[in-house]
T-cell receptor, first 114, second 112 residues
Framework: AQSVTQPDIHITVSEGASLELRCNYS??????LFWYVQSPGQGLQLLLK??????LVQGIKGFEAEFKRSQSSFNLRKPSVHWSDAAEYFC????????????FGRGTSLIVHP | DAGITQSPRYKITETGRQVTLMCHQT?????MFWYRQDLGHGLRLIYY???????DKGEVPDGYVVSRSKTENFPLTLESATRSQTSVYFC???????????FGNGTRLTVT
């Protein structure tokens, strides 16, 4: 069965600092990969997705993520964090092996200090 | 407006009462999902549906019932609410397994 691990429950950064949120997945082939963001009181919103091709993908709000097959990772990055980026971030793998059910990581809570 | 809407946004009910959470999407997506979100547990799948009249249990289905008579609607019913069902509930839909999920804004349910 596929799985998604986000090893950091909380991450604290200062405004203007760079950010990297980690995501590791377990799946034999190349999965469909997603990052979502959840602002307080809201549902999850898609930040970016990877299906194939260029391993560095650009998303909304200045985020990017890099797929590394050798490390089974899909880490999310942003060069300069804004206070409004404080939110919960979820990594997910799309349905595989005939299943349409995605697998989500537990989420990483980003705290931004002024 | 196209989208996915959940109602109500907030609900307080008493233990033992039946309550239904509504979910409506305007894209005619085939696949729909119900999740609950609790601190320390992330998102847990309650029920899912591949099409009208096709539903299946997820990770935590006990105490919940779903129906899907129309493609656009996927209501979730708590037959006899318990305090452990106090949570935030999210409905989501997608076109296929390759596409991202679209989430509603959630229903915050409190069972007293």
């Amino acid at each position: 069965a596929q799985s998604v691990t986000q090893p950091d429950i909380h991450i604290t950064v200062s405004e203007g600092a760079s950010l990297e949120l980690r995501c590791n997945y377990s799946y034999g082939a190349t999965p469909y990969l997603f990052w979502y963001v959840q602002s307080p009181g809201q549902g999850l919103q898609l930040l970016l997705k990877y299906f194939s091709g260029d391993t560095l993908v650009q998303g909304i709000k200045g985020f990017e993520a890099e797929f590394k097959r050798s490390q089974s990772s899909f880490n999310l990055r942003k060069p300069s964090v804004h206070w409004s980026d404080a939110a919960e971030y979820f990594c997910a793998v799309g349905g595989t092996g005939g299943s349409y059910i995605p697998t989500f990581g537990r989420g990483t809570s980003l705290i931004v200090h002024p | 407006d196209a989208g996915i809407t959940q109602s109500p946004r907030y609900k307080i009910t008493e233990t033992g009462r039946q309550v239904t959470l509504m979910c409506h999407q305007t894209w005619s997506h085939s696949y729909m999902f119900w999740y609950r979100q609790d601190l320390g547990h992330g998102l847990r799948l309650i029920y899912y549906s591949a099409a009208a009249d096709i539903t299946d249990k997820g990770e935590v289905p006990d105490g919940y019932v779903v129906s899907r008579s129309k493609t656009e609607n996927f209501p979730l019913t708590l037959e006899s609410a318990t305090r452990s069902q106090t949570s935030v509930y999210f409905c989501a839909s997608t076109r296929d397994s390759y596409s991202p999920l679209h989430f509603g804004n959630g229903t915050r349910l409190t069972v007293t």
